[in-house]
Each structure stands twice: as structure tokens, then as C-alpha cells.
């Protein structure tokens, strides 16, 4: 039996992700993740609303840190490189969390609730990010831009470094933000190309 409400956290954390992975989310109840982290069901609903919140508990954690680091970060930075400054001191926590971050992304891509509740939670985050980001008196039009554009970065390298673990983290969410960028100035001499025509 788990000793501290921690324990029992992680623990249901661990026999949730186990089970999905065995018999699929939707053929796994409450009961048997309790009864897989050698807890009760009472237990579980203390810690977890429903169980489809087991596999996103660390999203407060995430947007804290974020929102922490935007407003930590160096003022003569744009917004872009605030961003990447703040996912790569919030990355730590992905980082830290990578043995279950891997298994859990694999279950939500094949889980169409958990693929909805991703979405819901990201758009919650890119709105968090954006209100950071014009509490540094980012215009409000630039600032969900940049808070839209930049998530889909990290989201990107995040993913790149799941694929590609040889590499770092921050090595991949260098690399979204360099291409990005590219991005960005071949759109602009389009635009200007086009100007010219």
C-alpha cells in the first residue's frame, strides 16, 4: 500500500499507463488502475478526476514553469527567443519525465478522448503562454501569434526528441526554432518577390 499521497500518485500514474497500454484506455476502468497501484477507488478519485486526467497531471506543473520563465527571461529578447528560452527551461521537466512522457504520447495518439483532451489542455497552455508573454508588454495580436507558433515548435521538437532520443532535447527545440525561422524569412522574400512581380 502506498504511504504518502505522492506514492500513491505516481503509482496510479504508472498502472493507468500500464493497463491503456495492455487493453486500450477505453476498456480500462478506474477500479483496475486502483487495484493495479494496490490502492482503493475512493483513492483514485481523490488524486484524479476522471481517468482520462491520470495521463495529464503534469500540465499544471508545465504551464507554471512556462509562464515562470517567460517572465524571467532576459528583456531585450523577442518574443520567438523568449519562447525558446522559457521551453528550454520548462523542457527539464519533460526531460525528467521521459521514461513515462514516451509510453504516455503513444497511447494518446491512438486514443481519440485523450487525443481531444490533449488538444483542450494545449489550447489552455498557448493562452497561458500568451498572457505571459503581454504581461512583457507583447502587443496582444503578436503575442498569441507568437505563443501559438512557438508551442507548435516545442510540440514539434518534443517530439523529435521522443523519436530521436540521441539528441537533446534542447539540441531539437534549437532546431524547430532555427526552422522556424528559415521559415519565416523564405516567407518574407516571397513576399517581397511577389512585391517585385
Known amino acids: 500500500?502506498?504511504?504518502?499521497?505522492?506514492?500513491?500518485?505516481?503509482?496510479?500514474?504508472?498502472?493507468?499507463?500500464?493497463?491503456?497500454?495492455?487493453?486500450?484506455?477505453?476498456?480500462?476502468?478506474?477500479?483496475?488502475?486502483?487495484?493495479?497501484?494496490?490502492?482503493?477507488?475512493?483513492?483514485?478519485?481523490?488524486?484524479?478526476p476522471d481517468k482520462r486526467e491520470v495521463l495529464f497531471d503534469g500540465e499544471a506543473d508545465l504551464r507554471a514553469a512556462l509562464t515562470q520563465a517567460v517572465a524571467e527571461a532576459p528583456a531585450p529578447l523577442q518574443p520567438?527567443?523568449?519562447?525558446?528560452?522559457?521551453?528550454?527551461?520548462?523542457?527539464?521537466?519533460?526531460?525528467?519525465?521521459?521514461?513515462?512522457?514516451?509510453?504516455?504520447?503513444?497511447?494518446?495518439?491512438?486514443?481519440?478522448a485523450l487525443r481531444e483532451r490533449e488538444l483542450a489542455k494545449h489550447a489552455s497552455l498557448i493562452e497561458a503562454v500568451a498572457e505571459a508573454l503581454r504581461q512583457r508588454d507583447v502587443p496582444d495580436r503578436l503575442a498569441g501569434l507568437a505563443a501559438q507558433t512557438g508551442w507548435a515548435a516545442f510540440h514539434h521538437a518534443a517530439q523529435a526528441w521522443i523519436d530521436?532520443?540521441?539528441?537533446?532535447?534542447?539540441?531539437?527545440?534549437?532546431?524547430?526554432?532555427?526552422?522556424?525561422?528559415?521559415?519565416?524569412?523564405?516567407?518574407?522574400?516571397?513576399?517581397?518577390?511577389?512585391?517585385?512581380?
Open 1 to 48: 500500500m502506498p504511504r504518502s499521497g505522492a506514492e500513491a500518485r505516481r503509482r496510479l500514474q504508472q498502472a493507468a499507463l500500464e493497463l491503456y497500454r495492455e487493453q486500450g484506455f477505453d476498456r480500462t476502468t478506474a477500479a483496475e488502475i486502483a487495484a493495479r497501484a494496490g490502492v482503493n477507488e475512493r483513492t483514485f478519485f481523490r488524486h484524479f
Open 80 to 112: 520567438l527567443d523568449t519562447l525558446l528560452w522559457a521551453f528550454r527551461k520548462a523542457g527539464r521537466i519533460l526531460e525528467d519525465n521521459r521514461p513515462f512522457s514516451e509510453p504516455r504520447l503513444a497511447v494518446i495518439a491512438v486514443t481519440p
Open 164 to 197: 530521436d532520443p540521441a539528441r537533446s532535447l534542447d539540441a531539437h527545440l534549437s532546431r524547430a526554432f532555427d526552422d522556424l525561422r528559415a521559415l519565416s524569412g523564405t516567407a518574407q522574400e516571397a513576399k517581397y518577390a511577389a512585391r517585385a512581380d
